[in-house]
């Protein structure tokens, strides 16, 4: 069973900067790619940034400029740097991983959300 552990939401003004982290544990062959999600109150959720094994990056167009993603493949985590916050950031941030378990079984995680929460 996979875990995904999100930590880093919060309060920040407008123009401010929050990191969030995500650790994936459980005994599977990888964690492949890996990823940021957001859901804006009575908005769908959208891709904010995603990160392949390899460290190749791909990011909203919103968020170009102002985000950056990486991860620690030793500590099986993923981070979201997040600076020139806008309130339009505002929303529930998930964690979004795809995960070898085991040969040819390959199955999609989702953390259970951060809130942040940008104040003009």
């Known amino acids: 069973q996979v875990q995904l552990v999100e930590s880093g939401g919060g309060l920040v003004q407008a123009g401010g900067s929050l990191r969030l982290s995500c650790a994936a544990s459980?005994?599977?062959?990888?964690?492949?790619?890996m990823g940021w999600y957001r859901q804006a109150p009575g908005k769908q959720r959208e891709l904010v940034a995603l990160i392949s094994s390899g460290g190749t990056t791909n990011l909203a167009d919103s968020v170009k400029g102002r985000f950056s993603i990486s991860r620690d493949n030793a500590k099986n985590t993923v981070y979201l740097q997040m600076n020139s916050l806008k309130p339009e950031d505002t929303a529930v941030y998930y964690c979004?991983?795809?995960?070898?378990?085991?040969?040819?079984?390959?199955?999609?995680?989702w953390g259970k959300g951060t809130l942040v929460t940008v104040s003009s």
């Open positions: 459980g005994t599977v062959y990888s964690f492949n790619r």
């Open positions: 979004n991983v795809d995960v070898r378990e085991r040969d040819y079984v390959f199955k999609n995680y």
